[in-house]
């Protein structure tokens, strides 16, 4: 005989604790399945076999079933005397439970949930083998089947019509996906097969029983987002407080909406996330899908019955990261398993990714992307501070000007300063970063594959190696300084506010061949600190219609985010001045040139145009043109300058060169003085002896030969002697 008393102690007090809570549930389990096995032992008909229950039916089972009338075949037989024995039990467990004010989970779900008296059974059915091995030998007994470990809604049923009446309705509710009970198991892609309801296993979620037992602790797959603790921002203080307002009426109005997070700046990224949790006073948890892909279909479907039951029942933020799928089939996949059942919380989820592949998952979703600001001048500017704070920094390196010339995120600048530091200990032993350190580490941090469109020019050369007017040398500094001061200038005073076009500088560089227009470019992009790409024309320009525009746009589209300068040498070629339109090339022509100043006007940053014939250019497209700088062939003063100065002070030269003589007899380019220079070095090292006059003859010989000019002998004077 199955008694109340034999069970629970005569007790008014409240609770101790959740487990205490929870025990006297299992005591109510207990009496129920004590009852089931007592009947069951009774019915065996052969005791001795017992062992075998589950694993064969005997004749003398099949003839006790068929010698029982149809009315009678129930699972168990009521019995009213153990019906009121339950009744008590509840009344029990209700009291105590009444007088309880601290916090019982069990109590919290069934509120939440609104649990009826089998969904409270079932319950406890699934949380029972967690606590004691035991209850699946006695699950599997019961269910004559002792691989069934797991309780099922047949085992569900069966106890419940021990205390009350039942129909087929009980069986239909304990499975179906629409009701919150479901929220607290986990479903299996067996469970989606054509097995009876009957069978359907009852297998909660570990965050349920994690919560219900009072551990805090996220299943495997799920994550608390790791809050940030320091006081430095990344983004400005409106942004986080205008995010943090709009998640929170999104949140109010309870409706399924998804954010997208667009960028790589993960720090900043879980900045505001915890500056939004803390407005909320709720946790953000974690899914990264791309882990979750790697995963066997049934463990995809566990995680996201712990994720959906973290944020249905926990009330936990759920944010989603990296969600860059490339594949079409894991995209459709990652959609049915994880972005459907999330709409059906009506939960606001936040997203994280870089590119555009996260939009084909919210396809058909409401949702909506966010541009995650950089930092602006004075944040960057502390946050060099920090992160160069603890190593030694040479006097050329002024994290005031790197915060102005370098738009970058605080995870760019960490990596940065990080790389820098590696590449001075492999220059000195102090450690201590140069500038051409940072540099270096700015410019692989901003390193963008453009393919064959264009090639990356070392800048090599300072002010001092540009050998041109003053005047014009210093315009140049005037277009570096614009550039370098262009975020500053919008911050303070919204300059942009005014121009449609932005901040884009655009510089036109132009005169004849080998007057220094290449040096020019790499000095500029030398003193702003960037790198510069030449465009290769030929890879930009196509005969066919729209292909040019295509090409420019994956031009500009690569070098928005890196930084970098354009370099156009031989510009005439893609700039060519507009004609009035006759034919329809007339007009394919320019459309390509006024979509090429669309897009450098776009542009946020610097493109350098390059021409030795200035005349092709409209007025219209130099009225475009931020500024216009005109190269010059250099003057005897100038050619004895660079006749002087172009070799490295390591090559090895004759005291006796008339450096005077070759200036102001031969007027050549720059890039000519330089060609002719070079040649005799290699001249003079093959022969192992300094550079002198007798190699610089022959060097301009061949030069002049290759410019298909005639040197005459009486040029030369007494340096005739050494043509060859």
């Known amino acids: 005989m199955i008694l109340y008393e034999d069970y629970f102690e005569p007790n008014t007090e409240p609770y101790a604790s959740a487990q205490e809570h929870l025990s006297e549930w299992l005591l109510l389990l207990d009496m129920l399945l004590d009852f089931c096995l007592d009947n069951k032992l009774k019915e065996s008909a052969e005791p001795d076999k017992l062992m075998m229950k589950g694993l064969a039916v005997t004749h003398q089972e099949i003839r006790k079933y068929l010698e029982e009338p149809p009315v009678m075949r129930k699972i168990y037989s009521r019995s009213a005397m153990f019906t009121l024995q339950v009744e008590m039990a509840l009344a029990h467990i209700a009291g105590r439970t009444n007088n309880t004010s601290a916090l019982l989970p069990l109590r919290s779900l069934q509120k939440e949930l609104a649990m009826d008296k089998a969904e409270t059974l079932a319950l406890l059915l699934a949380i029972a083998p967690q606590q004691d091995l035991k209850y699946q030998r006695i699950y599997g007994y019961l269910q004559d089947d002792i691989a069934r470990k797991q ?351 932005g901040n884009s500088l655009s510089i036109l560089l132009y005169g004849p061949s080998g007057t220094g227009k290449t040096m020019a470019a790499q000095v500029i992009a030398n003193e702003v600190g960037a790198e510069l790409y030449r465009v290769d024309i030929s890879q930009i320009s196509s005969k066919y219609i729209g292909e040019t525009e295509k090409n420019l746009s994956d031009l500009f589209d690569r070098a928005k985010s890196s930084n970098v300068l354009l370099f156009f040498d031989e510009a005439d070629a893609i700039f060519a001045k507009r004609t009035e339109v006759s034919t329809s090339n007339d007009k394919h022509a320019n459309s390509e040139t006024a979509f090429l100043l669309q897009k450098m006007e776009e542009y946020n940053g610097i493109c350098i145009l390059a021409t030795n014939f200035f005349g092709n250019f409209d007025e219209a497209m130099i009225r475009r043109i931020t500024y216009s700088v005109g190269f010059e062939r250099p003057d005897q003063a100038v050619r004895e300058t660079l006749w002087r100065e172009v070799l490295p002070p390591k090559v090895q030269l004759s005291p006796t060169i008339n450096y005077p003589f070759f200036a102001e007899k031969f007027e050549l380019s720059g890039s000519n003085i330089k060609a002719i220079l070079y040649s005799a070095a290699y001249m003079a090292l093959a022969e192992g002896v300094p550079l002198e006059d007798r190699h610089l003859v022959v060097a301009l010989k061949y030069e002049y030969e290759k410019l298909g000019r005639l040197l005459q002998a009486s040029e030369l004077g007494l340096y005739a002697k050494y043509l060859p």
């Not at 919150?180 to 989606?192: C, G, I, N, T, V």
């Open 151 to 501: 309780p099922t809604v047949g085992l569900a049923c069966a106890l419940y019509s021990l205390i009350d009446d039942t129909d087929d309705s009980l069986c239909c509710r304990l499975v179906q996906d629409d009701r919150d009970f479901s929220r607290l198991m986990r479903r299996s892609a067996k469970q989606d097969s054509a097995e009876p309801n009957l069978l359907q296993p009852l297998v909660l979620c570990d965050a349920a029983y994690s919560y219900i037992v009072g551990n805090n602790i996220l299943p495997r797959g799920l994550e608390r987002l790791q809050l940030c603790t320091t006081g430095e921002q990344h983004l400005s203080q409106s942004f986080y407080q205008s995010f943090a307002a709009a998640y929170g009426t999104l949140l109010e109005k309870k409706e399924s909406f998804f954010l997208y997070l667009v960028g790589n700046e993960q720090a900043a990224k879980r900045q505001l996330l915890s500056y939004c949790a803390a407005a909320c006073k709720r946790e953000f948890v974690c899914l990264d899908l791309r882990a979750l892909c790697s995963l066997s279909e049934d463990e995809q479907r566990r995680v996201m019955s712990e994720l959906c039951f973290c944020v249905s029942v926990l009330g936990m933020l759920p944010y989603l990261t990296h969600t860059d799928t490339e594949e079409a089939q894991q995209c459709i996949t990652l959609r049915e398993r994880v972005i459907k059942p999330l709409e059906k919380l009506s939960a606001v989820v936040v997203l994280s990714g870089s590119n555009d592949n996260c939009r084909k998952l919210l396809r058909g979703s409401c949702s909506t992307d966010i541009q995650l600001p950089l930092p602006d001048v004075s944040m960057r500017e502390e946050l060099w501070r920090t992160e160069t704070a603890a190593y030694r920094l040479s006097p050329e390196v002024e994290t005031d000007k790197l915060a102005m010339q370098h738009t970058l995120s605080a995870d760019q600048i960490r990596r940065i300063v990080h790389a820098a530091y590696a590449s001075a200990l492999l220059h000195s032993d102090s450690g201590t970063i140069r500038r051409e350190d940072i540099l270096r580490a700015i410019a692989e941090e901003n390193r963008t594959d453009f393919g064959n469109l264009a090639s990356r020019v070392p800048a090599i050369y300072t002010w001092d190696n540009l050998k041109i007017d003053d005047r014009k040398k210093k315009l140049l500094q005037v277009a570096c300084k614009r550039y370098m001061l262009r975020n500053k200038a919008q911050e303070q005073w919204n300059i942009s506010s005014h121009n449609a076009y």
